[in-house]
Every structure is written in structure tokens, then in C-alpha cells.
């Protein structure tokens, strides 16, 4: 263990240790807060009781918001631990008017009841104005960000986030389903603000496994700001889940199966008892799904030529369960704890066919055979804790985060090779690794409000991150890699009349070691701004600019890969490094009525690019694909999206980008640099017919598109998806169609002065799922945090 781990360890008992005292002082605190208030909260004009309105309780002195509470069914609320002192009280509900009521004192001890009900009147101007916002489109737009609401759409009943990802403009699945934002697979995904959610996990494989009816928006930030880790030059996707309030029990049970014999099955439920809330989860999941390709190479120095056809079915089955516990201390103090377990079985069965030759020969050409079994079995927990604490100022919040896991997977492959027919057994062999992987991060944020409009924010993270590798049969080749950062963070925003600001600036630390005598230690400055004008109440202009890093991860880094096919097999290096880029994001949006639209000029320079390369093994005559550090990249876009609602039940929305991107190598690379000019753009479509479903159309198109050696041929595809909601809005029923004209087909040529390679990949992407979902006790009782012009973040970490 280095001596930076035992610095994290120190920092993670500094925290535990302030964590404790503020928990103890507000203990200490409580011993002289006996006084108590109690009331009912009614709708004026029927007389009824109103649950859910928000009571708040302020000192007359200097108006300081001491506590809150929100009502129960019966109109009932009861806000205790007081001290004694001079009060007035606020009550707030979605359509009404707000109260204040008169001034009261509470001497010590003091059980005050309200001799009569609190009656709110109805706003009509604030039910309209909530109608306009409730048939809005499928964004908006907010300083640093744009928020899609995808809780609506027919795919969030019945499929997974990752699907319900792939609607959103910019956002796409590549050949390898990796989640890409503006086709860059370096991209950071967060849930609800935070990194511990993923940690130490391929976040595509644990999306593809959680339900997207849990997601009410996702937030998509092109420019990061400097209150998230640097990593992640490709921007953020931030997926926020929806919050249950409602006290009692809830949750949902569903099921999904699909073609070629699809079926998974996911549980979740909540129990809230007055402060305490468990929560807990299942996923399982069990399909397989065809990732067949074929390869035509030639080789230009020895003139071989070889045709593969390769038939790979993976079968994919995982349980992923978590429970967890949110403890209320009181109004100002919440603890939250979680354990996630995840058993995951992978299987690559696959048959292999060669055909060789000479183009300088006569001879008849050769045939080779081969069959491969590949089994990865992975292991993992994941163990979180956070504390939030809120001062008596309002908006003034304290946050602990710590995050560890545990990852361990063994990865086994057999192997058989024929010459000439597949009755000719010529060879047998196998191969076998392990990899295990820790990961922990640590993390404080402090936020101060400023004045009216003003928000200062700062922060600490450290993170830790040990990879090993390791070859039962050969241990000396096996590799160990080390990663600690140390992060500090420092943010101001604000505005002044129709212009706002936030102004931040980040310092990393990072300290890399490798048992291969690679060491690398640096030291960053991150610095971001986003500005923003309001042009009139219809009209924004923004403007923004962010320095991001990229590290290399475990698979770049992976120095053992199975042989399933070893023409074309991918090893990683070991002895690359970390990338920078800038980004620059200039955008006007417009708002109308019932459309509103949004053009972008965004510009993204890599510099020591991280990527793929191929070349010819020699001696071999084998592809190897490997990662290396390239001179730079510049990319550009130029982006028009909009949303619309034609009537009561139709909305469309979509984007069309024109893009400009250029790649040079490094003097070591054996091809040149190499432009492009390319289009892409997505179009959806939803249409809402209440008495019976909700339909969704998603057609997506790109060009030819740049890699560094060639290029992708063009794609389309079209997906569809339905749903209805059934027993009463208690359960529902949803179909989904993914490319159902079977177009989605990779085609990738690459060349150098040695060779030429093409590959078609032929992904099991014309899939059809019908799914069901019922929801026990009570549904979401969803609080939404309102737009924000400044652009702040949204706080929903209360439970």
C-alpha cells in the first residue's frame, strides 16, 4: 500500500472525525430545543385538507429559516425541537397562494396548537403558469447545461437507462456499447450529481441493467465546471432519479422479455417511518445476442490476403441487488448508508473461419477453423456513506461523501484450431487471468449563499485507484497500477439584472506507479466559466469555456487479452499518459409558446489524444490493435436542436449537426493526418393518445465519420416504443422495436502504407421487448427543484 492511500485513509478519519462532531454538537443542541408547534393546513375553497404543502418555520429576528416540515394526508403538521423564541410561519403548496402568518412567541417547553386550520387560496395564475411547464418540450435550457425530461417517454416504462440515453440528441451507443456524448466515449456519467454511483464499474453494462422508469431528467454539460472531477473530457451525462417522499411503503416490480430469448426481472422498494427510510433493490438479467463480424485484409508488404467470417453469440447474466438506509437526525442533519453487490457470468462463444492467399500466387487458398469459448466471471461490492448538513442560513449546506469497492473477475478462454476442414483437430490450448480492482473516493462540498443572487461553492475530493493484472501462467508478466488524486475546488456565482455568472477553478494532484518502471506525477489547474444573457424572456445567449483531463483506464490498460480470435485482437499499453482538451461552447436559445429551439457552436482541442491505432504484428501477419498518445485532435460542430408540440398529443423533437474534425499523429504513427467534414442529427417522435398509449419514433443518421487511420461508413436506424398504463395508473405495459429495419451495421476501413483492413460488425441491434411494471403502495411524490436562471445545481440529497 503507498504512502498516498494512507493519506486518503487519514483524510477519510479526518472526515469521519468532523463528520461525528457536527452529529454530537447537534445533539448537544437538541437538549435545549423543547418547544413545539402543531397545526392543519386546508384547501380554502372545499374545505380539505392539503398533504404535501411545505410548513416553514422562521425567526421573526432576522427572518433566518429554523425548520420545515410538509403535511400528512390529513392536513397535520407538526414541526418539534424548537427553542423558545419569536416565530412566524410560511406554507407553501403547488397552486395556491403562499401564507405567512402573524408573529407568535414559544416560551421553553411550550406544546403550541394553532386554534384554527391554515386556509391556502387557489392561484389561478400559478395553475396556468404550471400547466405551460408541465406540457413543456423535452428540454430546457440552463447555464452550463441543457435538462431533458425523458421521464415521460414511452421507453422510461418498460426499458433500461442506457435506452432511454440513446433518445437524447448527442447522446449515442457505439459498436462496442459504450455510451458516447458528441461521439466521444470519454465522457463522465453521474448519478444524481455524484460519481460514488459508478464507481469502479463499466457504467454502460450498469445501465443497461437499471430500469428507466426510476429517472425523471438527465442533464447533459458540455462544458464541466469546476466543481466536478477534471476527468471526463467528453462532458458530463448527470442521471437524476426520482426522489419518493411519501412516507409508508412503495416501490415497483417489473419484467421484461425480449427476442432470441431475452429476459430480465428488477425490484425496488421504499419504507419510510417518520426519519428513517430503507430503500433496497434487485436486478437480474439473462440474455444473449449476436456480436458477429467479418474482416477482408490485405496486406501490401508480403501481398497475403485474408477473409474472416466470424459467428459470436455473448451471453450476458448478472444479479445486482443494494440496500440502504437514509437516517433524518433531525431537519439539519441527514446520514445516508448503502451496500450494492453485483455476481456477473460473460460468455463469448464463438466459431471462426479463414480463408488465405497469395495475390502473387497461383495457388489455391487455404482454409483454417477455429472454435472459442471465453467465460468471465466478476465479483464486485460497492460500499457508500454520505452526511448533509444545513446550516441555519437558508441554501447554506455542508456534504460528506465516501465511496469504496471491490471488483474481482477471472477471465477463461478454450481454444481449437483446425487446418482444412473442421475434422482436423490441429491444436488445443487456453489461457487465463485474473484482474482485480479497488477503487475509493472521498469527498467534501461546502456551499454558501452570497447576498441575493450569489452562491459561493468549495470542496475536496481525494480518489484512489489500484488495478492489478496477473497471468496464472506466466506471473512475470503480470502489471499493477496505481492511481491517487487530490482534488481542490473553488466557485463563485451570481448575476446582476439580465447577466449571470460562474466562475470556478480546480487543482488536481495526480500520482501514477506501475510495477514496469513507469511513474508519473503531475500537478493541474482547471480552470471554467459560464456566462449568460438574457436577451428578453424568450432569449439567451451563453457562453463557456472548461480545461478537462483524460487518464487512461483499466482497459487501455489491460496488458492480457483473451485469444477468441487472434487475427484481430486489442492489447493494452502501459506507458501512456493523460490528455488535455479545451472546450468552448457558444449557444443562443429561443423560447416560445409551444416550441423552443437552441444553436450551438462548440469546439473541442485534444491535445496527446488518447486513442486506438491498428497495425501488423510481425512476423504474423496478425492485427493488433493498441492504444496510443496522438499529437492532437480538433473537433467543431455546428448544432441546431429544437422541440416542439403540434397539439394536445403530439410532440416532436430532434437536432442536425454539421462537423468539422481533424486528427494528426505522432511522428511514430505510420499514417498522416487526416480531416473530415460530416453530418449527424436525430429526429423523435411522441404521441400521447390518453385513453389508450403513448407512442415513440426515433430516427438517427450520420455520415461518414473520421478515425484516425480511415473511416466509419454512414448508419441509420429507426426505433420504436409503446406503452399504457393499466389497473388503475398501477401498472403498465410497454413494447419497444430497436432498429426495426436491421440498418445499424459498423463499418470501419483503415489503412496505413502496409496494409488495408475493413470490418463489418454485425451487433444484435434488432431487438423487440415487451415489458411490465407494477407499482406497489404509493407512487412518487416527486419534488421538483424550479428551473433556475443562474443555473445552479439542483440540491436532492433529502430525503
Same mark, same amino acid.
Given at each position: ?12 478519519? &479526518? ?106 387560496? &387557489? ?235 497469395? &495475390? ?17 466471471? &466478476? ?421
Amino acid at each position: 500500500m503507498s504512502l498516498k492511500f494512507t493519506y486518503g485513509k487519514i483524510t477519510f478519519l &479526518l472526515i469521519c472525525f468532523f463528520t461525528s462532531s457536527l452529529a454530537i454538537a447537534n445533539n448537544q443542541q437538541l437538549k435545549s430545543e423543547s418547544s413545539e408547534i402543531k397545526g392543519k393546513v386546508f384547501e380554502g375553497k372545499f374545505n380539505k385538507p392539503l398533504e404535501f404543502a411545505t410548513v416553514s418555520i422562521y425567526s421573526l429576528k432576522d427572518s433566518v429559516l429554523v425548520k420545515g416540515t410538509i403535511t400528512n394526508k390529513k392536513g397535520e403538521f407538526s414541526i418539534k425541537r424548537l427553542n423558545p423564541n419569536d416565530y412566524f410561519l410560511k406554507v407553501e403548496h403547488l397552486g395556491f397562494l403562499s401564507y405567512y402568518s402573524k408573529e407568535f412567541t414559544l416560551s421553553d417547553s411550550e406544546k403550541k396548537v394553532l386554534p384554527t386550520s391554515i386556509n391556502l387560496k &387557489l392561484d389561478t395564475k400559478s395553475i396556468s403558469e404550471v400547466t405551460v411547464e408541465a406540457n413543456r418540450e423535452f428540454s430546457r435550457v440552463e447555464l452550463g447545461k441543457t435538462v431533458y425530461n425523458v421521464s415521460k417517454s414511452p421507453v422510461a416504462d418498460g426499458g433500461t437507462i442506457n435506452e432511454v440515453l440513446n433518445t437524447i440528441p448527442k447522446v449515442s451507443v457505439n459498436a462496442d456499447g459504450e455510451i458516447q456524448f458528441r461521439r466521444s466515449s470519454n465522457v463522465k456519467i453521474l448519478i444524481d450529481g455524484k460519481m460514488t454511483g459508478l464507481l469502479g464499474v463499466d457504467p454502460s453494462e450498469v445501465l443497461n441493467s437499471m430500469p428507466a422508469s426510476d429517472v425523471d431528467r438527465v442533464e447533459v454539460i458540455s462544458t464541466t465546471s469546476a466543481r466536478y472531477d477534471a476527468t471526463g473530457a467528453g462532458g458530463i451525462i448527470n442521471i437524476i432519479m426520482k426522489k419518493n417522499r411519501a412516507k409508508g411503503f412503495s416501490g415497483n416490480v417489473g419484467a421484461s422479455v425480449g427476442t432470441n430469448d431475452k429476459k430480465s426481472g428488477n425490484l425496488s422498494a421504499n419504507l419510510r417511518t417518520g426519519s428513517v427510510n430503507f430503500f433496497g433493490s434487485y436486478n437480474y438479467k439473462d440474455d444473449w445476442a449476436g456480436r458477429d463480424y467479418n474482416v477482408d485484409r490485405t496486406i501490401y508488404t508480403n501481398n497475403s490476403h485474408l477473409l474472416e467470417n466470424a459467428d459470436v453469440d455473448f451471453g450476458n447474466r448478472y444479479h445486482i441487488g443494494k440496500l440502504g438506509m437514509d437516517f433524518l437526525i433531525d431537519q439539519n442533519n441527514t446520514f445516508t448508508v448503502s451496500a450494492s453487490y453485483r455476481d456477473i457470468l460473460q460468455n463469448w462463444n464463438g466459431t471462426y473461419d479463414y480463408t488465405r492467399r497469395n &495475390l502473387l500466387s497461383s495457388a489455391m487458398p487455404t482454409m483454417d477453423f477455429r472454435t472459442s469459448a471465453v467465460d468471465m466471471a &466478476l465479483e464486485s461490492w460497492i460500499y457508500k456513506a454520505s452526511y448533509i448538513h444545513k446550516f441555519a442560513k437558508k441554501g447554506e449546506t455542508l456534504s460528506v461523501d465516501f465511496a469504496y469497492t471491490d471488483n474481482a473477475s477471472d477471465n477463461e478462454g478454450k481454444y481449437f484450431e483446425y487446418q482444412d476442414n473442421w475434422n482436423n483437430l490441429t491444436d488445443a490450448y487456453g489461457d487465463f487471468y485474473k484482474l482485480d480492482r479497488k477503487e475509493s473516493v472521498a469527498q467534501v462540498d461546502y456551499v454558501l449563499p452570497v447576498g441575493k443572487k450569489g452562491k459561493f461553492e468549495t470542496g475536496y475530493m481525494y480518489r484512489n485507484n489500484e488495478i492489478d493484472y496477473e497471468d496464472q501462467f506466466d506471473l512475470s508478466t503480470a502489471f499493477n497500477y496505481e492511481e491517487n488524486i487530490h482534488g481542490l475546488y473553488a466557485m463563485y456565482s451570481g448575476g446582476a439584472g439580465k447577466f449571470g455568472y460562474e466562475l470556478g477553478l480546480r487543482a488536481e494532484y495526480s500520482d501514477i506507479k506501475t510495477n514496469l518502471n513507469y511513474e508519473d506525477d503531475y500537478f493541474d489547474l482547471f480552470p471554467s466559466v459560464h456566462l449568460s444573457y438574457q436577451i428578453s424572456d424568450k432569449k439567451q445567449f451563453q457562453l463557456a469555456y472548461s480545461r478537462m483531463i483524460y487518464r487512461p483506464n483499466s482497459k487501455m490498460l489491460n496488458p492480457f487479452q483473451n485469444l477468441r480470435d487472434p487475427e484481430n485482437q486489442k492489447r493494452g499499453t502501459q506507458d501512456i499518459s493523460a490528455y488535455y482538451n479545451h472546450n468552448v461552447e457558444m449557444s443562443m436559445s429561443f423560447d416560445r409558446k409551444k416550441a423552443s429551439y437552441k444553436t450551438t457552436l462548440y469546439v473541442n482541442y485534444f491535445k496527446d489524444l488518447i486513442n486506438q491505432y491498428r497495425f501488423i504484428e510481425e512476423g504474423t501477419n496478425r492485427s493488433i490493435v493498441k492504444y496510443g498518445n496522438y499529437d492532437s485532435k480538433f473537433f467543431s460542430s455546428l448544432e441546431f436542436e429544437a422541440s416542439t408540440k403540434l397539439n394536445k398529443w403530439w410532440s416532436l423533437s430532434g437536432y442536425v449537426a454539421g462537423i468539422y474534425e481533424e486528427f494528426k499523429p505522432s511522428s511514430e504513427f505510420n499514417f498522416d493526418s487526416r480531416d473530415m467534414w460530416e453530418v449527424e442529427g436525430k429526429i423523435t417522435s411522441i404521441m400521447n393518445f390518453k385513453k389508450w398509449f403513448k407512442f415513440q419514433a426515433s430516427f438517427r443518421y450520420q455520415s461518414e465519420i473520421l478515425v484516425p487511420q480511415g473511416k466509419y461508413q454512414n448508419l441509420y436506424y429507426v426505433d420504436l416504443g409503446m406503452s399504457r398504463r393499466v389497473l388503475k395508473g398501477k401498472g403498465s405495459i410497454s413494447f419497444t422495436a430497436n432498429d426495426i429495419f436491421n440498418t445499424f451495421r459498423f463499418k470501419i476501413h483503415t489503412a496505413d502504407p502496409t496494409f488495408y483492413n475493413k470490418v463489418i460488425q454485425y451487433r444484435e441491434t434488432q431487438v423487440a421487448k415487451l415489458s411490465f411494471r407494477y407499482y406497489l403502495g404509493k407512487r412518487y411524490g416527486i419534488m421538483r427543484a424550479k428551473p433556475k436562471k443562474s443555473g445552479m445545481r439542483h440540491y436532492e440529497n433529502d430525503i
